[in-house]
């Protein structure tokens, strides 16, 4: 399969991005625990350079634990700041909290000793449906963000000021403007950062079921009662079968099937999962 797609708004997102850079002091990249390395926008590294960077792997309760603490690792053995949450629970916002007040602590001293009170502004940055806005009201103590479970809802930019005086910036979600990495743009409409209406449906789920067998063979078979096979028309016919999605004349409901496997896998309803760990190779194609 062959994804590529880049909406007009995003080019304005993108400047909209660049334009307000300079006017913050550090930079929250939100990344889907589920696919870290996918979620890297590699048009922000230039960018962003310089500036002091917390990467966030959220929504780790639909995420592979192992997986996660590897990636954690990996941030952290080079020197940078990261934190693992689920910023649909309580618990995050202070998790989330204390790593903003670590990345401020270095402008809060100097303005101190001068007796000054300027408050930290950050970027929140992210593919859509990664969790930024969430993110933002579990910390602002209400829902100052719009959220939604599809890529897409936040548009334009809208600041936050938290209790402490913490100013955070919401962005649109961004993505590439070129999709080189098609392996990348697969699982990045796995996870639901990529708008379903352009993607064919039925081809990625088929993906996502050869990725699921290679990735998580038990955990996926028992959920469907299936048996091994790298054929992927397989895979969904006997998915079909154990769910009943038929037509009328016993025909196999395959635009059901797709749905019912991608929703379910976003929903963590098969396992928990992260699709690649540190330093993989995602530049083999995919189709
Ligand atoms: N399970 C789970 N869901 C989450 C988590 N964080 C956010 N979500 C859900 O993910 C969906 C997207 O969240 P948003 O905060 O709107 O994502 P966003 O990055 O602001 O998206 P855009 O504005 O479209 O770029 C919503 O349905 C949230 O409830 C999490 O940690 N775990
Ligand atoms: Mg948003």
Redesign the pocket.
């Known amino acids: 399969m062959h994804i590529h797609w880049f909406p007009g708004h995003m080019t304005k997102s993108l400047r909209l991005i660049e334009e307000n850079l300079k006017t913050v002091d550090a930079i929250v990249y939100?990344l889907d625990a589920r696919a870290p390395l996918s979620c890297i926008n590699e048009s922000f590294d230039k960018l962003i350079d310089g500036k002091s960077i917390l990467f966030v792997l959220?929504?780790?309760?639909?995420a592979d634990k192992a997986k996660v603490s590897a990636w954690q690792k990996y941030f952290a053995e080079q020197g940078k700041n990261v934190i693992a949450?689920?910023?649909?629970?309580k618990l995050?916002s202070s998790v989330f909290m204390n790593a903003l007040k670590k990345i401020e602590k270095p402008k809060v001293s100097k303005f101190e000793a001068k007796g000054v009170f300027i408050p930290t502004r950050l970027m929140v940055l992210?593919?859509?449906?990664?969790?930024?806005?969430?993110?933002?009201?579990s910390v602002c103590g209400k829902k100052s963000?719009?959220?939604?479970?599809?890529?897409?809802?936040?548009?334009g930019k809208q600041w936050v000021r938290l209790s402490n005086g913490m100013e955070l910036l919401?962005?649109?979600?961004t993505l590439f403007p070129d999709f080189k990495d098609q392996q990348k743009a697969q699982r990045l409409a796995f996870i639901?950062s990529i708008r379903d209406e352009v993607v064919d449906q039925e081809e990625l789920a088929r993906e996502l079921a050869l990725c699921l067998m290679q990735l998580y063979p038990k955990e996926f078979m028992q959920k469907y009662s299936l048996t091994q096979t790298d054929d992927a028309e397989e895979i969904m016919r006997q998915i079909c079968k154990k769910r009943g999605f038929l037509l009328r004349g016993g025909d196999f409901d395959m635009e059901r099937c797709s749905k019912g496997l991608v929703d379910d896998f976003r929903?963590?309803k098969i396992c928990p999962v992260t699709l690649e760990l540190p330093n993989e190779n995602t530049n083999e194609r995919a189709d």
């Open positions: 939100v959220n929504k780790i309760d639909l949450v689920t910023s649909t629970e995050s992210g593919v859509p449906n990664s969790g930024k806005s969430t993110l933002i009201n963000a719009i959220t939604g479970n599809k890529p897409g809802v936040t548009r919401d962005t649109p979600g639901g929903k963590g």
